[in-house]
Nanobody, 122 residues
């Protein structure tokens, strides 16, 4: 059974930093694109950052210059380094992965983690 598990969320003051992690586990043959999304209170889920297997990245405008996504393919893990955090960054942050489970043939599926809460407040 494939799982994505996020960690690293918490309460931080404005201007502070947090580092989120997401580990993929289970019977996985290959992992392609991975990314971070967030859902602020009362709003829809939105893209934060994406990273391909080769390391190419793409960021939402709100994340550019402050957030950095990285990846360790051997550990099946992605990270999101968040600096200069603002109250508007408060949200549940979700990990997302396009992956091929073992034994699925050529089929690929999108998986989501359960989310980790990030609260930016003084």
């Amino acid at each position: 059974q494939v799982q994505l598990v996020e960690s690293g969320g918490g309460l931080v003051q404005p201007g502070g930093s947090l580092r989120l992690s997401c580990v993929a586990s289970g019977a996985i043959y290959d992992i392609y694109d991975m990314g971070w999304y967030r859902q602020p209170p009362g709003k829809q889920r939105e893209l934060v950052a994406l990273i391909t297997r080769g390391g190419s990245t793409n960021y939402a405008d709100s994340a550019k210059g402050r957030f950095s996504i990285s990846r360790d393919n051997a550990k099946k893990t992605i990270y999101l380094q968040m600096n200069s955090l603002k109250p508007e960054d408060t949200a549940i942050y979700y990990c997302n992965a396009d992956l091929q489970p073992a034994g699925s043939g050529l089929k690929r599926y999108w998986y989501w983690g359960q989310g980790t809460q990030v609260t930016v407040s003084s």
